[in-house]
């Protein structure tokens, strides 16, 4: 069983950046993979980045250059650094972990990005 907590969600404007957070309950090494959705309303949630086994990363197209996935092994954190926002980034963002092939996911953060 693993938790997971997030935090760094909020209202910005265009242009402006925000940090995500997530916090794992267990050691993050044990981990398949860890990332973050994302999902608007009226839309079906999607991947904006993970980590998987031996550290590849994996961006949507639509952010690419734009966030930065990164995780911290002393911490058990996953975060997402997100700049140059847009309206269209607007939505309830999911952290997800895959430990020995089922999924687990966080509550959820809303981010906002006012034009």
């Known amino acids: 069983q693993v938790q997971l907590v997030e935090s760094g969600g909020g209202l910005v404007q265009a242009g402006g950046s925000l940090r995500l957070s997530c916090a794992a309950s267990?050691?993050?090494?044990?981990?398949?993979?860890m990332g973050w959705y994302r999902q608007a309303p009226g839309k079906q949630r999607e991947l904006v980045a993970n980590?998987?086994?031996?550290?590849?990363?994996n961006y949507a197209h639509s952010i690419k250059g734009r966030f930065t996935i990164s995780r911290d092994s002393a911490q058990n954190t996953v975060d997402l650094q997100m700049n140059s926002l847009k309206p269209e980034d607007t939505s309830v963002y999911y952290c997800?972990?895959?430990?020995?092939?089922?999924?687990?996911w966080g509550q959820g953060t809303q981010v906002t990005v006012s034009s």
């Open positions: 267990r050691s993050i090494s044990s981990f398949n993979a």
């Open positions: 997800n972990v895959v430990l020995m092939y089922r999924s687990y």
């Open positions: 980590i998987v086994t031996g550290g590849s990363t």
